[in-house]
């Protein structure tokens, strides 16, 4: 299983970006894709995931209604579309599945919320 993030970097305050996490090694249609945060001197924590045919995602309360989950199975691939970011929204992002009762990890991507 081999998870890659790309899309982080350096916004302003009420900007956006979009993440993608690309997956391989697994049969990716199959299973539920996640991303998580974690910022600095806090723990990991779920921001969203989406079931396997994408017809369901769950946020965190902290960004309802600013950020999307999405996927595209034809090219194995999650991303998170992030708008109105805010400061406290810094963090390393990174990809999740779970394979047979193993949790996977991606290397991360650096997202900076600064003016």
């Known amino acids: 299983v081999q998870l890659v993030e790309s899309g982080g970097g350096l916004v302003q305050p009420g900007g956006s970006l979009r993440l993608a996490c690309a997956a391989s090694?697994?049969?990716?249609?199959?299973?539920?894709m996640s991303w998580y945060r974690q910022a600095p001197g806090k723990e990991r924590e779920l921001v969203a995931d989406i079931s396997s045919t994408g017809g369901m995602t769950n946020y965190a309360d902290s960004v309802k209604g600013r950020f999307t989950i999405s996927r595209d199975n034809a090219k194995n691939t999650v991303y998170l579309q992030m708008n109105s970011l805010k400061p406290e929204d810094t963090a390393v992002y990174y990809c999740?599945?779970?394979?047979?009762?193993?949790?996977?990890w991606g290397q991360g991507t650096q997202v900076t919320v600064s003016s």
């Open positions: 090694g697994f049969t990716f249609r199959s299973y539920v």
């Open positions: 999740n599945v779970i394979v047979s009762v193993r949790a996977y």
